[in-house]
């Protein structure tokens, strides 16, 4: 899964000329933490207090415990239209919000990254992702 999540990153990395991502097991063991506290209701929820970028993902009825890091990875590349490459800000002044998933996968500052995966009760999947911003220690 690890690998999934790392090359997903790295081809939407790669169309707009940034390096690529490293995996960071620090970045994932936080992440699997976060996503295991999250089993009981599988709330969309970010974990707060931590000084690394976070991307959050519930797979939908559809997929349920079968979602993927590609489906999470596909979920916050939706984000694209509402990008603005040139500022690095969401487009026509929307929030981060809008945004920010996708921003982080893009962003030259975020070279490591880290997640986890956790089958929530009641047959969804909760996946998150953090990211490292280079001079911060994960």
Not at 81 to 97: F, I, M, N
Request: aromatic fraction near 12%.
């Amino acid at each position: 899964m690890s690998r999934q999540f790392v090359d997903g990153h790295n081809k939407v990395r790669e169309r707009y000329g940034v390096p690529p991502m490293k995996w960071n097991n620090k970045l994932a063991r936080y992440a699997r933490r976060w996503s295991n506290a999250m089993r009981k209701d599988c709330q969309l929820l970010h974990s707060g207090g931590n000084s690394y970028g976070e991307s959050v993902f519930r797979s939908g009825k559809s997929t349920g415990w079968n979602a993927t890091a590609k489906d999470a990875v596909w979920s916050w590349s939706a984000e694209e239209p509402l990008y603005d490459k040139s500022t690095g800000k969401c487009v026509a002044g929307r929030p981060y919000k809008d945004c920010g998933h996708f921003s982080l996968m893009v962003s030259e500052k975020n070279q490591k990254i880290g997640c986890g995966r956790a089958e929530c009760y009641g047959g969804a999947v909760f996946m998150t992702c953090n990211y490292f911003v280079p001079n911060r220690d994960p």
